[in-house]
């Protein structure tokens, strides 16, 4: 089995790479806006703030993003194969998109109400697969866009693209419909009145979703998919597809283990990553005194560090390759971030937080590059689609041994040692997994 990316015929075009990343500059609003900052914090605090009985809004909240996270892990792998197999990996990706794109607009229909509970659930459950899985094969285009001379600029350019969209669509939202007191809120005015401004958040994420996606399928082609180069995936039922996708990671575990150790690998420094995002803004209010103001304006600052580190650490990724970048920005976290234990403050946090932001973009971007080198021409979605369910399979990492720091030493400051953890743990096992060779083997 070819477990390296093979040089391209003919590069893709500057038109091409920029439509390929708009679609992170348009979809990154998902996951900030509505997932992170807006729309799930509506549901917890307004829609579900009265809920009859004994279970919170906030813990029906985390199942439901519990379920979704369990089924994407269920279906990324055999998605990302079926989308390989049947050449259709555009389609796909326009798709789920739309789909995204719906779920996200019918949120304008959850009223302050709690009935409207399970409706804002259902959806935002619903829009939380089907984006995730929509990156399965977006991702698996690095390879049909890129040559192994500019893969790591190209994956760099990505991240920072969604960093960007996801900063200005925050800001545009938080300023034109949130900010203020009142019944109206915001730039536009608009009623507070059955969280009509929220709701129309929802309706505004969903039309920049939809126009900024537009480029990618009309500027990049299906990709060719070599014949054969899965066979039986393209015969294959949806349960047939589990045994196919077993056959080949017994494949790779036979013929080139380091793909098996890269997935565990990275499903450990990542989750590492997302731990410092999830629990960054908390740190910051609750131990180092930031007020909620400076809160956003710190993760708007984070944003956009992260995104200059992406692109700048591209050009290290092309040059030196991926695990070097990625070894480089784990240490890095790890040793910035057992600075931020012992020191307080306004000015320190500022300091250490944005340093340690400018490592966890180009980790983030040079793991892309790195499963993109060893994927198997034909196969970038299954492999892509593995690599989304072992970051699901130990996502419960971070947030557990933040919770146990947090608990044993009865501190909120402690709990960066359970994610430095986490994140020394990934580094650890990236060490002993061998660079990805720059040839197809």
Not at 284 to 308: E, H, M, P, R
Request: proline share 4%.
């Amino acid at each position: 089995m070819s477990t390296a990316i093979a040089e391209t015929e003919r590069p893709a075009t500057p038109r091409q790479v920029l439509a390929w990343g708009l679609w992170d500059w348009g979809t990154s609003g998902f996951n900030s806006v509505i997932l992170t900052f807006v729309f799930s914090v509506y549901l917890t605090k307004k829609v579900g703030d009265d809920l009859p009985g004994s279970i919170s809004a906030t813990s029906w909240l985390s199942w439901s993003i519990g379920i979704a996270g369990l089924v994407i892990a269920l279906l990324a792998p055999v998605s990302g194969q079926r989308f390989d197999a049947a050449g259709r990996r555009k389609q796909s990706l326009a798709i789920l998109t739309a789909l995204t794109v719906m779920s996200v607009a019918a949120m304008f229909f959850v009223e302050d109400s709690y009935q409207y509970l399970w409706l804002g659930l259902a959806l935002l459950g619903f829009a939380s697969v089907t984006a995730e899985l929509a990156t399965v094969p977006y991702n698996a285009m690095l390879t049909q866009l890129s040559t192994p001379s500019n893969i790591g600029r190209l994956s760099g350019f990505g991240w920072a693209m969604g960093y960007f969209g996801s900063i200005f669509l925050l800001v545009f939202c938080y300023f034109g419909f949130i900010a203020g007191e009142g019944t109206e809120r915001g730039f536009f005015a608009i009623e507070t009145t059955d969280g009509l401004n929220i709701r129309t958040v929802a309706l505004v994420v969903a039309v920049w979703m939809a126009v900024f996606v537009m480029p990618v399928f009309f500027a990049v082609p299906e990709p060719t998919i070599p014949k054969n180069a899965d066979p039986g995936a393209a015969e294959a039922g949806y349960i047939e597809s589990y045994k196919v996708l077993w056959r080949d990671v017994r494949e790779l575990w036979d013929e080139d283990r380091r793909t098996v150790y890269y997935l565990v690998a990275s499903a450990l420094f990542r989750d590492g990553l997302a731990g410092i995002f999830t629990f960054g803004g908390v740190l910051a209010a609750t131990v180092y005194g930031l007020s909620a103001a400076d809160v956003l304006l710190f993760g708007i600052a984070a944003n956009v560090v992260a995104a200059l580190g992406s692109i700048i650490a591209g050009r290290f990724d092309d040059k030196y390759g991926p695990k070097s970048v990625i070894l480089t920005s784990l240490v890095g976290l790890v040793a910035i971030g057992f600075v931020l234990i012992m020191v307080s403050g306004h000015l320190m946090f500022w300091i250490f937080g944005l340093m340690m932001c400018t490592f966890v973009g180009p980790a983030q971007a040079s793991a892309r590059t790195y499963l993109a080198k060893l994927a198997p021409p034909g196969r970038e979605g299954q492999l892509f689609g593995l690599y989304t369910m072992t970051g699901r399979a130990v996502s419960f990492l971070s947030p557990a041994l933040f919770g146990l720091f947090v608990y044993l030493f009865a501190a909120d400051r402690a709990g960066i040692v359970g994610l430095m953890i986490v994140l020394a743990g990934g580094a650890a096992a990236m060490w002993f997994v061998r660079e990805p060779s720059e040839v197809a083997a």
